[in-house]
């Protein structure tokens, strides 16, 4: 999928480049080969993905990233960069994968494809080579810019939250604005993020002798703990989604009229649809139940405004445990919980989103389309709630990339134009310092 331009775009420029970005959208048009090359060099699988990959390899991963925002630690890595007294922009980004299997493949067709491509590789190259871009052709970022490079993402962020409080009297203690590209635009209109669901996981275990027995002796004698397991799965939700977990959707937040009025000016391909399970809006919650390992299984909620974590974890445990008397099962039932992440949903007011709605329009010619995502990005509601500083997302890939998925790719054409999309927003945060009378409380 292509984010696509308004008519007066040209191939090679963007419809807003004729004034002070103008050489640096130049210099990224002209340098794109090189940025593909450099992504396929340093990034191509560099982590077959979280089960696989050693600290080692996620060290060398984080190092190269360093390294070339240098020349253009804990568990996350921290890193400042300028002096000004300008706004300080944390960029957040993660450098660990989903795991792949082989059988997932990468094809070709012209897109640049490979385990994080879009999720998230692809974004954080983007980022670096904006930055490039305005040393090349000297051109002053006006904005101090901080890094914030974590490898634990995908497996719950594990010391993240505690780092920050760690450092929130001195790395963080000048926070203006939080940037993350972790995620991809909802159709083919390029997007700005202002909200994603939380996660629940669950370990549903139903213990069992450890010894294996042989249907030939014993089948039909003992009740199979793996039928107990299928009948409490089988609870959780129905073929056609809909939680039955009694009480868990009581708390979910009611769509605002304002932000109904939002999805009337989303673009909606019922055809597109049916060839792509991502939907448009993601403002309910979701149960999933993710496989079967023996007599186990890890189901997890996709949970919204105002679902709170461990009320959902009561409810469910709850619910599995009532139904697991029903079933007089001789084994023993656990139920364990690993995950309960906050859903996160910004203030479309914010300064951020007016330099981001900006940003879009001087690329893509086009107004950016407003959405909540489904995914679960845990460290956007912590840094919101632990620094109070603005939060956005901007993507710039598109829903059709397969993260974690069989050939996971980026187009080369968001991949450019994502990188210059990224460079004006910088010029952009550097101009709300200037309009201090339009957002007093934040500037």
Same mark, same amino acid.
């Given at each position: $999928?292509?984010?696509?331009?308004?008519?007066?775009?040209?191939?090679?420029?963007?419809?807003?480049?004729?004034?002070?970005?103008?050489?640096? #959208?130049?210099?990224?048009?002209?340098?794109?080969?090189?940025?593909?090359?450099?992504? /396929?060099?340093?990034?191509?699988?560099?982590?077959?993905?979280?089960?696989?990959?050693?600290?080692?390899?996620?060290?060398?991963?984080?190092?190269?990233?360093?390294?070339?925002? +240098?020349? %253009?630690?804990?568990?996350?890595?921290?890193?400042?960069?300028?002096?000004?007294?300008?706004? &300080?922009?944390?960029?957040?980004?993660?450098?660990?994968?989903?795991?792949?299997?082989?059988?997932?493949?990468?094809?070709?067709?012209? &897109?640049?494809? =490979?385990?994080?491509?879009?999720? /998230?590789?692809?974004?954080?190259?983007?980022?670096?080579?904006?930055?490039?871009?305005?040393?090349?052709?000297?051109?002053?970022?006006?904005?101090?810019?901080?890094?914030?490079?974590?490898?634990?993402?995908?497996?719950?962020?594990?010391?993240?939250?505690?780092?920050?409080?760690?450092? &929130?009297?001195? #790395?963080?203690?000048?926070?203006? !604005?939080?940037?993350?590209?972790?995620?991809? %635009?909802?159709?083919?209109?390029?997007?700005?993020?202002?909200?994603?669901?939380?996660?629940?996981? !669950? !370990?549903?275990?139903?213990?069992?002798?450890?010894?294996?027995?042989?249907?030939?002796?014993? =089948?039909?004698?003992?009740?199979?703990?793996?039928?107990? +397991?299928?009948?409490?799965?089988?609870?959780?939700?129905?073929?056609?989604?809909?939680?039955?977990?009694? =009480?868990?959707?009581?708390?979910?937040? *009611?769509?605002?009229?304002?932000?109904?009025?939002?999805?009337?000016?989303?673009?909606?391909?019922?055809?597109?649809?049916?060839?792509?399970?991502?939907?448009?809006?993601?403002?309910?919650?979701?149960?999933?139940?993710?496989?079967?390992?023996?007599?186990?299984?890890?189901?997890? @909620?996709?949970?919204? *405004?105002?679902?709170?974590?461990?009320?959902?974890?009561?409810?469910?445990?709850?619910?599995?445990?009532?139904? #697991?008397?029903?079933?007089?099962?001789?084994?023993?039932?656990?139920?364990?919980?690993?995950?309960?992440?906050?859903?996160?949903?910004?203030?479309?007011?914010?300064?951020?989103?007016?330099?981001?709605?900006?940003?879009?329009?001087?690329?893509?010619?086009?107004?950016?389309?407003?959405?909540?995502?489904?995914?679960?990005?845990?460290?956007?509601? /912590? #840094?919101?709630?632990?620094?109070?500083?603005?939060?956005? $997302?901007?993507?710039?890939?598109?829903?059709?990339? =397969?993260?974690?998925?069989? &050939?996971?790719?980026?187009?080369?054409?968001?991949?450019?134009?994502? @990188?210059?999309?990224?460079?004006?927003?910088?010029?952009?945060?550097?101009?709300?310092?200037?309009?201090?009378?339009? !957002? *007093?409380?934040?500037?």
């Amino acid at each position: $999928m292509l984010l696509h331009t308004s008519a007066s775009s040209s191939s090679s420029s963007s419809p807003g480049a004729a004034g002070m970005l103008e050489p640096l #959208f130049q210099y990224i048009d002209d340098h794109q080969n090189q940025f593909v090359q450099v992504r /396929n060099e340093h990034y191509y699988d560099i982590l077959p993905g979280v089960g696989t990959h050693t600290y080692t390899l996620l060290l060398n991963c984080i190092i190269i990233q360093i390294y070339m925002f +240098l020349c %253009c630690s804990e568990v996350a890595c921290l890193l400042s960069i300028g002096q000004l007294q300008q706004a &300080n922009v944390p960029w957040y980004y993660k450098c660990d994968n989903m795991r792949m299997k082989v059988a997932h493949g990468f094809g070709s067709l012209g &897109n640049l494809y =490979g385990r994080g491509a879009t999720d /998230n590789k692809g974004p954080v190259l983007a980022w670096l080579h904006a930055v490039e871009s305005y040393q090349a052709t000297e051109k002053e970022i006006l904005v101090n810019i901080k890094l914030i490079i974590e490898g634990l993402e995908e497996v719950g962020s594990y010391g993240l939250l505690e780092l920050t409080r760690k450092r &929130n009297d001195s #790395f963080f203690a000048d926070v203006d !604005f939080i940037v993350i590209s972790d995620n991809v %635009c909802a159709t083919r209109t390029p997007a700005l993020t202002y909200g994603t669901r939380g996660s629940s996981y !669950f !370990f549903v275990e139903v213990d069992c002798p450890k010894l294996d027995f042989h249907p030939r002796v014993y =089948g039909g004698s003992i009740q199979e703990p793996m039928s107990d +397991l299928i009948a409490l799965l089988g609870s959780l939700l129905d073929h056609t989604g809909k939680i039955l977990v009694p =009480g868990v959707t009581d708390d979910v937040a *009611p769509l605002t009229e304002d932000e109904r009025k939002l999805y009337d000016n989303i673009s909606f391909d019922l055809e597109e649809m049916k060839n792509n399970s991502r939907l448009v809006i993601n403002c309910n919650p979701s149960l999933s139940i993710h496989g079967i390992q023996g007599a186990f299984s890890e189901p997890s @909620t996709k949970t919204v *405004p105002n679902m709170d974590p461990p009320d959902v974890e009561r409810k469910v445990k709850e619910h599995l445990q009532q139904v #697991f008397s029903t079933l007089k099962s001789p084994y023993r039932l656990r139920v364990t919980t690993t995950v309960g992440a906050k859903q996160w949903v910004a203030n479309l007011k914010d300064p951020l989103y007016v330099a981001g709605q900006r940003a879009v329009r001087e690329v893509f010619g086009v107004e950016p389309e407003l959405i909540r995502e489904g995914s679960t990005i845990p460290i956007a509601q /912590n #840094f919101q709630e632990e620094m109070e500083p603005d939060v956005m $997302m901007m993507p710039i890939g598109g829903h059709d990339d =397969g993260e974690h998925s069989q &050939n996971e790719k980026i187009s080369r054409y968001n991949y450019i134009e994502g @990188t210059k999309l990224l460079a004006d927003y910088f010029d952009e945060i550097s101009l709300l310092q200037k309009v201090q009378d339009i !957002f *007093p409380s934040k500037l």
